[in-house]
């Protein structure tokens, strides 16, 4: 009876599997695949418009290795990265640790900490450039005339659009700490610390792993807020004429070689759009490696 049961549905869920799945994936290889290879077809091209591309091999690729903006957007980006991954993982743990003690009004503080995570980073970018300039203007400065001052800005920028974010899914992970856990140490005399660091975190390391990598990732593929913040401003004129923006981010010098008034450009700039994902892609999967080792199995 078992068996003709199971043979009753497993037919008809057979037969309409293809109509829900085919959609999505002719969506998703329309959207994202048959442009990705052909992105990758391109970098080795040169063109202006895609129906005249020539194949030049891998010109475009040492153009944008030699580039200096490029070089250093990605030491640029890279320090950033760290900078806001660490911050904004501290901090966010610490927040939802704190809103996880049953202290009053915690519902309202997880709001309002999440709220900025639904504004868009372009408006984000040009509020804060206000603010910044607001306070930075008594000094006789501005956040476009410093390095300094627009690093430190978007990573303030970037920590308040993101500790939200990942405070919620740290709640969530703190939530499923086993109770029995916690109840063997308070009994065998553990301080609030070792606690901490004994059993809530070891538990918490499947949230810690899909925060550093969300960290990790959105600080490098960081480009409205940059392009609103600073616009990639200051810039040094180089020897040959060519300039570096001080504060430019990798998907930001991509953007502005791309539409660059020269002809070649766009072919480096796909070339650079490649480099950029096998880095991000890299770092993304090696993180996660490296993260779910440490991971407790319950």
Known sequence: MKKRITGIFSNPLRRWFWLFLGPVTAAFAIGFVWPFIQGIYLSFCKFKLIKNATFIGFGNYISALSDASFRHSFWYTALFA??????????????????????????????????????????????????????????????????????????????????????????????????DMLEAAKIDGASRWQTLFRVTIPNVMPSITICTFLSLTNGFKLFDQNLALTGGQPFIIQPDGSTIKTTEMMALNIYNTFYNSNSAS?????????????????????????????????
């Open 82 to 179: 760290v900078t806001s991954l660490v911050l904004i993982n501290v901090l966010g743990f610490a927040a939802a640790y704190a809103l996880t003690q049953g202290i009053k009004g915690s519902n309202l503080y997880r709001t309002v900490f999440f709220m900025p995570n639904l504004i868009g980073g372009i408006v984000l970018g040009y509020i804060w450039s206000m603010i910044f300039d607001g306070i930075l203007s008594r000094y006789g400065t501005s956040i476009l005339l410093e390095t300094r001052y627009g690093f430190w800005g978007l990573i303030i920028l970037m920590c308040w659009q993101q500790i939200g974010y990942v405070m919620i899914i740290y709640i969530a992970g703190l939530q499923s700490v086993p109770e």
């Open 266 to 298: 766009k072919g480096v700039a796909q070339a650079k759009a490649v480099l950029f994902f096998i880095l991000v892609a890299g770092l993304g999967l090696a993180q996660l490696a490296f993260t779910r080792k440490r991971e407790v199995q319950q």
